[in-house]
C-alpha cells in the first residue's frame, strides 16, 4: 500500500511554497476590482464593422474616457468598463461610437454606485466568513463521536483556507497577464471552491471515521489507508468535474469565465489538498497531543 501520509512532510512543504508563492503574487500584482466592488458602469456594444480593440481604446479617449477598460468577447462583443454614467453620458458615448465606427447595437448596460459597491464588499467578506465558521460547526459537530472531533472541524477550515489563498494568488497572476477583474461571479466561484473543498476533504474523513470505529493499527496506519481508499474516487470525481467547467470556459464565453476559472483552480488545489493536506493535518495534530501528554503520564507513573 503507498505510504501517502508518511511524505506528509513532501505535501504539506509542497502546499507551504504554494501559498508562499500566492501571498507574493497578491502582494506584486493585487486582484483588480470589478464594478460591482468598485462602482462605476459597464457597457456591452456590438457594432456592425468590428474595430480594433486599439482603436476602439483610442476613440474612448478622445471622447473624454480615457481610463476605459475594453475587452472583447468570443463572440466579437466589446464589455467597456467605465466611471458611473448617467443615461444621458451612455446616450453621448453612444453617439459617439457611432460616428466613429458606424452602427453598434448595445448589449447590456450596468451601473454600481460607490454606497452600493461598499456593501457587497462587507456582505462578500461576511459570506466567505461565515461560511468558514459554519464549517468549523458542522464538521465538530458531524465528528463528536470521535475521540478528538474539533481535530476534523479545524482540518477542513485549514484545508479551505489553503484552497482560497490559492486561487486567489494563482488568480491575481493571471489576470496581470489577461485583465480579469473580481466581481460577485467571483465571490461565487469561491464560495463554490470552499463548498467543493469541504466535500472532497469529508469524504476522506468520513473513511477515516468509519476504519478508526473498526480499528486495526495506528491512527496514522489508518489515515493513511483511508487515503488510499479514496484516492482513486476522488480523481474520479474532480476530473469529471474538471471537464465540465472547461466545457464552460471554452463555449459559454467571457460573461462566467471568472467562474469558470476560478472553479478550475479551486478543483485541482482542492483535490490536492483534501487527500494530501488535510489528512496529514489530522496525524500531525494527533502525533503532537501524544507528544505532549507522554511526559504527563511518564511523571504520574512514576
Do not use: C
Not at 504554494?18 to 456591452?44: E, M, N, P, R, Y
Not at 448617467?86 to 448589449?107: I, Q, W, Y
Not at 463554490?192 to 473543498?197: E, T
Amino acid at each position: 500500500m503507498p505510504n501517502i501520509i508518511g511524505k506528509r512532510k513532501l505535501f504539506l512543504s509542497i502546499s507551504g511554497a504554494l501559498i508562499a508563492l500566492s501571498l507574493l503574487s497578491l502582494a506584486v500584482f493585487g486582484l483588480k476590482s470589478g464594478i460591482d466592488f468598485s462602482a462605476g458602469s459597464l457597457l456591452t456594444v456590438a457594432f456592425d464593422a468590428t474595430p480594433a480593440v486599439a482603436d476602439l481604446k483610442s476613440e474612448l479617449g478622445n471622447l473624454g474616457h480615457g481610463n476605459a477598460i475594453v475587452q472583447e468577447t468570443g463572440s466579437e462583443d466589446f464589455i467597456i468598463r467605465l466611471g458611473v454614467l448617467s443615461d444621458a453620458e451612455k446616450n453621448t458615448l453612444e453617439d459617439g461610437l457611432e460616428t466613429a465606427f458606424g452602427p453598434l447595437t448595445e448589449r447590456g448596460f450596468e451601473t454600481v454606485d460607490p454606497i452600493i459597491a461598499s456593501q457587497t464588499s462587507r456582505t462578500a467578506m461576511i459570506a466567505v466568513g461565515l461560511a468558514s465558521i459554519g464549517i468549523l460547526a458542522y464538521l465538530t459537530y458531524a465528528f463528536r463521536r470521535m475521540p478528538k472531533p474539533l481535530h476534523y472541524g479545524v482540518g477542513a477550515v485549514a484545508a479551505v483556507l489553503h484552497d482560497v489563498l490559492a486561487v486567489l494568488g494563482i488568480f491575481a497572476a493571471l489576470a496581470a497577464v489577461l485583465g480579469l477583474e473580481i466581481n460577485l461571479v467571483f465571490i461565487i466561484g469561491i464560495l463554490a471552491v470552499i463548498g467543493y473543498s469541504v466535500n472532497n476533504t469529508v469524504v476522506v474523513y468520513d473513511r477515516i471515521r468509519e476504519n478508526t470505529l473498526r480499528g486495526g493499527g495506528s491512527f496514522e496506519s489508518i489515515v493513511n489507508r483511508s487515503v488510499v481508499e479514496t484516492f482513486i474516487r476522488s480523481l474520479n470525481t474532480s476530473f469529471t468535474t474538471i471537464i465540465v467547467v472547461l466545457a464552460l470556459m471554452l463555449f459559454v464565453g467571457a460573461t462566467i469565465q471568472n467562474l469558470a476559472l476560478v472553479m478550475f483552480i479551486g478543483i485541482v488545489v482542492g483535490t490536492y489538498d483534501s487527500l494530501f493536506v488535510a489528512p496529514a493535518i489530522l496525524v500531525i495534530w494527533d502525533n503532537y497531543d501524544k507528544s505532549r501528554l507522554a511526559p504527563r503520564a511518564s511523571r504520574a507513573g512514576a
